[in-house]
């Protein structure tokens, strides 16, 4: 299937962004959900600053306090035998390897705005900033699902006390109401469906599981978007092909006559991360219809391929024009922001020959 | 304070309960579920069965069809590299040792009924077996609250999906109503509060993470039972006390004037288990007003270090006589089941001394 990538792209980068703190440097602005609002569409992008490091011998971790917004600054020497710095976004415990214990930048969600969709000016202050002791690791992964006239916008809240997944809703992306945890740690890649479905709303949901289980996709239901339940297991990680180390849910499902489209990311245990899809029964969105078998999008250009953390497409939103076209916008890298325009007719005609 | 065991404990072990399975043998009948019904006392007991080993050289894993319940035994040569089976309850990948792979026994819910509360008649048949694709290596664990002229009953299902926890209604414990999977991977340790608290239900919960965090107690609001959200850090495990590596609600929360005194279990990194106790706000349960400084009670008798894990007491029920007695049901040694009176007053008298 063809995906027009914007010519533009990479649409917004770091250096398009003004750090919101005083001796940061912003090292990401990527994976941003996405809205159409008053005529605007709005990127609400994951910013992710890191405090400027002139010792290279020295890794800094930021942990902000959500009252005062104040940030400390714990110093770890690359010396330090009980710590590991293999990986540059995190610092891991020695005798945990298989964890994390601090983040090295710390996320946010600043909010980017277009008449076009192309070109975009960026608020100086952040939309969601860490306000309370979930955060105290920041923000990230922001999706937005329109229902009714209320944005319903969830995200990954990182702190000492876990990975788990917030909700707040608006109606101006001004303020906000805070909906609490809809999701206990540990979980990820939560996707709100734009309708209910005979009575309940629906979201796909993303654990994260120490003993047993792999890195899956569930769905789960509710009364009213703030209490969750009937968890089941929706599509798992295919051992030996492109989404055999961990799947995803991306974008707001998108509503067709054929079904649910859900397009979602799945990464190779290389950590090489592709967007696929899936199609669910518009009546039983429990029951999978079909599912890619390849990406119909993989990391190809240069900006998707080389950045902070290499050969990512990882898609969180879109806007939709009419019955068939898709404006999808992704991080590229877990640096940028770019765009493509996509045939839903064409994601649809993907998934049959998927079988 | 007094902690009075009965003179009869154990007082159901392995060797009273006859094997569901063919071929099998009972190797634990422990961590009950408590219930007061028709003038009885109802233990939902957990039986772990296994399947008889002849050739020590093998280790047996067995998997249930929850629609047959026939059982696939699945045979690992002790000699396979690829494996690890240092601990005789689970089977381990050993390139993924944090996790597990399999159980080497199959748990499910039976029923021990008494008159007296000492001496018990065994179910033939299990209450709660294998019922769903989430149970099939095994339901474990479970915990009954009743709300109203309603048995609640919560436990954990173990499967390849991950380890998540389900809840059952039943008026008479002969039928049950699933209500589904109320709290997804991986979680344990599920308690409901035996009534609405300001309109809502609430639960304590216990999330296994990942990447951040402990093995903590979290606290989950729901308008029904059935959906869950609003997830709140209730208690987390203390480093270089008895409860360091790992703390889990057991009994459904007891009402007292000053507030809901929950028991609860915590682990060292020994792995040695003993039993605390929380004080709760009894008008925001989220608020913990005291907690016990040291255990109120320590793996002491033979039948408590001895067994088929060492080192345990798990109250995971009891009954209530009145204002001030309560009757602790408690799996011992990860193998039987015990019995001890305590004084709730005497608890309030230990948490208030721990502050």
């Known amino acids: 299937m063809t995906i027009k990538r914007f010519k533009e792209n990479p649409i917004i980068t770091p250096e398009d962004v ?19 609002y008053n005529g605007e569409t709005l990127l609400l992008m994951r910013v992710a600053e890191r405090p400027i490091v002139d010792d290279p011998s020295i890794v800094k971790v930021p942990v ?18 009980e710590y590991n710095f293999d990986d540059p976004r995190v610092v891991r415990r020695q005798d945990k390897l ?36 979930y955060q105290t690791f920041g923000i990230e992964d922001p999706r937005v699902t ?18 788990a997944v917030s909700l ?9 109401t805070d909906q609490g945890i809809i999701f206990a740690p540990e979980n990820k890649d939560v996707v709100l469906f734009p309708e209910k479905i005979n009575g309940l709303y629906y979201a796909l949901h993303r654990p994260v599981l120490k003993s047993i289980g792999n890195y899956d996709i569930w769905i789960a239901e509710s009364p009213d978007t703030k209490h969750w339940g009937n968890h089941q297991h929706l599509a798992g990680v295919r051992e030996g092909n492109w989404d055999e180390e961990r799947i995803g849910a991306g974008l707001t499902p998108v509503k067709t006559s ?17 967007m696929g899809a899936l199609l669910l029964d518009l009546e039983d969105p429990t029951r999978v219809l079909a599912r890619s078998e390849a ?27 009419d019955d068939d076209s898709l404006t999808m916008y992704y991080g590229v890298a877990d640096t940028s922001i770019a765009g493509c325009d996509i045939s839903i007719q064409e994601i649809i005609t993907h998934l049959k020959e998927s079988k």
């Not at 003004?18 to 159409?36: C, L, R, S, T």
């Not at 902000?64 to 035998?81: G, Q």
């Not at 990406?295 to 190809?300: A, G, K, L, Q, S």
Request: aromatic residues 16%; proline residues 4%; charged residues 30%.
């Open 258 to 274: 054929e079904g649910w489209v859900v397009l979602y990311h799945g990464a190779s245990h290389q950590s090489r991360y592709c």
């Open 295 to 321: 990406p119909f999008m993989e990391p190809e250009e240069d900006y998707e391929k080389n950045g902070f953390f290499n050969e990512v497409v990882f898609g969180c939103g879109a806007t939709q024009k």
């Open 146 to 163: 329109k229902i009714d006239d209320t944005y319903y916008i969830d995200f990954t809240s990182v702190s000492e006390k876990g990975v």
């Open 64 to 81: 902000v306090d959500p009252e005062t917004r104040e940030i400390t600054i714990k110093n770890f020497s690359i010396e330090d035998d």
């Open 168 to 176: 707040v809703t608006t109606k101006d992306f001004e303020s906000f």
């Open 98 to 133: 298989e964890g994390l214990s601090y983040l090295t930048s710390l996320s946010y969600v600043r909010i980017a705005r277009s008449k076009g969709g192309i070109e975009f000016s960026i608020d100086d202050e952040p939309f969601l900033y860490p306000y309370n002791d």
């Open 18 to 36: 003004k750090p919101y703190h005083e001796g940061f440097e912003v090292i990401g602005a990527f994976n941003a959900g996405v809205a159409e």
